[in-house]
């Protein structure tokens, strides 16, 4: 046979679980979009469709709702961690489980009464997490997507390389927009360690992204992409990397003079494309990168 | 000629209009999406291609832009009423122009220095508005898609009609979620009258819609949108129209059974497609009904 | 009680069926997307939650499927008739009932061997039908929607308005680029009446109208527009009238100057957003227009 | 400082380029989405802003239209090696370039006369290319997505793990529905080998994929996903390696007996989310791997 099979993994992708927890009047909602990938000893199902070793994905679906119910959702990291733990651990041909997360917020709707049971979507980012078990290491990425952010001053874009087929004019002073695509690794692998804990770690990470994001003042894009990873590692002692992809939003300011009208930095054309793309990684010293350079969406 | 021209109109659609206005140190951002369409003397330009009425849709974009720096963006209605105006009476062959404005909202990224100048968008709701005039007459739609709701009790549904097909089972606790598109429609419509405060009716809609849809018990979606509709039109004066499209975005109850659980309200599976739909438009009595029995996105 | 109840409709949307019918080792396959909508005494539900004429959408869904295999998918067309009048007629609350269909095209894959099982997703055009019955009288709609056309010359566009607001130089040679949405009206209205060919209808309206835009040396998109509808208004005599939204898909001459070459209409970029967008209705000459201003997508 | 850069590229991303070629009567069009990232000497930039080895995101679009002049566009892949090699040799501090194409493809109108100048965009799969260079050697992976494909027999799934959370029912004639994503290595690396003929190479490989995927008997996604590797890689001697995402597009058979109905493999729903997801690389015997796991859309 001149071909051979090389990496692969199968599971169910997009589980939509919502959960509903009750403490009296006062209900708490979780809503989570769930992919499970697993691999192991799958050469015979490829090579002659032999099922033998493969757990059905309908499986790995009816494991996310049940587990729902028996372990409840802490947090998207933690409900990770049981089910890749659960299907390393209870398949004997399964030797990697991938888990993802994309997680929806809700805030409360404010009613007079005492009963707490209405709910409107935030809508801002997505919150993301995925949990790689081995059996042995874990490996946890989490991140965000579609956190739409703009300084409306402070940057400036000049002293760039000039070639043949450079006309962009220098400027001393534009918006700055993205829509911030991040993920970040957790220096917890091992059961043996403390777990961190996922809920504030998210906050404390999202809310420093956003405040080097306003107070860089900014001569390029990938300054301030790199002044918002340095702070996410400084800050947050649990994570040792982060990547971003940061679209740079174009906000063009319209020539108003053919009109008798000066634009004094007031009036834009927001662009779809093409638009700039910058994308890179920050590191604690020392530390070895292992976020893919291609950030994926789920 | 067998055949004839019937309604028409032309514009350019999807202006991305930024504006920044400067307060010292404290920026205002404003986000626009606005659509032109204009209707009037057209024949010539359908039948043999004469362009001798048409104003150019690039020339519709410019006044967008132009229009910002020159009238500022006080509210999505208050711009957009200076564009209908503007093409109305400026352009012999144009008698009508209908402006649709989508409306992004932003929010400030807290920082500790005096410079307010970065923002979050807000991510929840697209406010909407559409504003016609023919001369002599306004009509103001203004609205909202996208405002993502969910009780997670409160809602029952029984007691309906069963025929061959009917397989559904009755309940008497369900999750009640829906993603709200609204439009609503002003009694202000001519320039004698005194204009509304735009943005203080937007706000109190709002909350008042999502109110209505936390504090009413639910025996269908349907009597829910009636009470959000009647709701709006009670406490808003200036409204004597609502209509709203609302998807029943399914949650059932996942079967834990098989597993050896009991699933007591607590585990949903969010379903995507087939949804129900309910659609209704309720009026302050004595009113005659204008809003479109199709809501369109833009 | 100072609102009362104006336009309502309910029903289930977006069912995906789909129908395999075996001629032996030939398959064939139907792949349609249908939305429910009825429309009766529904008063109750509103104001007060009653069920008590309320088919729940569950039912349409379930009926929608059961249909597929009672009477099997001969057309889109023929298939919404069907469920359109089984509601009216065998439910005494529903007095409307208007069935959205959107059909996607499947082509076959070629194999040497007899077996004729497989296929590939055509992944043009999204063919459209709305069929709406109050018990009496039919109103059928057809259509198409992102049928993505372009013309790489034989298109001009000057001698229009000029304003203080106009910037754009005139041309006489220009790509013309649309994606085509367009619904048609048939004049079937009445059982009595001999059905159309709807498929043999479909395939010849599709036909004229890209003839006509491929055809047509244009001097405006209105104008090609107009002998798009004209053309299929004279060749298909069981049409009366049919309606066009088309956004003027812009591919502007990029400027090579500035890097010393000639741009002889050879590289264009094409943009998203703004666009033009032209929409007219063309009817047959002494017919009354009935396809709304604004085309939907289901 | 504790932080240090690592892996990073920027570009201007999605440059929609379009090219017509006239050869008299007869145009050719290309329809181009490229997306240019760059890396090299980029700490400066990052570390403090200063932009003196950036060639700013705006120049690498203008090269993408200008090169659409210079040298016209034969296929994606020869269109990206220009490109990449042009970024890499006249720039110092740039040591890498990627280039990834997205292709549309059109076919034409047909028409009476001898104009050869109006197409309809085909709307099947998008191919892909991307082109990654070093100074020294190429990487060349080209793929396509969206293309969507049905067996409607000779599909089976039993003889799989049960385990506590296993519900799902064998069976013995299914749909087998996908829309492929796929990724493919050209084993062409260096200028002193002989191009590979690009679009004639493409061609081959659909056609294989696809008859692979119609001529597998086939008892489980993996199977089917091996066959058409393996196929490809035995027909294609420029293709080393080639990657798959499938998603297992479940079609459910509907239960019709509470309806005193017979589903005799007729009638199917075709279900969004959750799906299976069936991904696996297939080498030739003897190479390693090289495309990513995930593969990324654009």
Known sequence: MPTILGQNQYGKAENRVVTITRDGATHHIKDLNVSVALSGDMEDVHYNGSNANVLPTDT???????????????????????????????????????????????????????????????????????????????????????????????????????????????????????????????????????????EASYARVKQHMLRAFAETYSLSLQQTLYQMGSRVIEECAEIDEIRFSLPNSHHFLVDLEPFGLKNDNEVYFASDRPYGLIEATVLRDGCEPRIPVDLTNL
């Not at 409360?108 to 997505?126: D, L, M, Y």
């Not at 001393?172 to 360690?193: K, P």
């Open 60 to 198: 790995t679906k009816n494991t996310v709702f049940a587990f729902a119910k028996e372990h409840g959702i802490e947090s998207a990291e933690q409900f990770g961690i049981h089910l890749a733990r659960h299907f390393v651990t209870s398949q004997e041909p399964i030797h990697r489980a991938r888990i993802r997360i994309e997680e929806y917020a809700w805030e409360r709707i404010e009613t007079p009464g005492e009963a707490k049971h209405s709910f409107v979507r935030k809508g801002q980012e997505t919150r993301l997490t995925q949990l790689t078990y081995d059996g042995e290491s874990w490996e946890v990425l989490s991140g965000l997507k579609d956190l739409t952010v703009l300084n409306s001053t402070d940057s400036e874009f000049w002293g760039y390389v000039k070639d043949r087929y450079t006309t962009l004019k220098e400027t001393h002073d534009r918006i700055l927009a993205t829509s911030v695509s991040s993920r970040w690794r957790f220096n917890w692998t091992d059961d043996a360690q403390e777990m961190p804990d996922w």
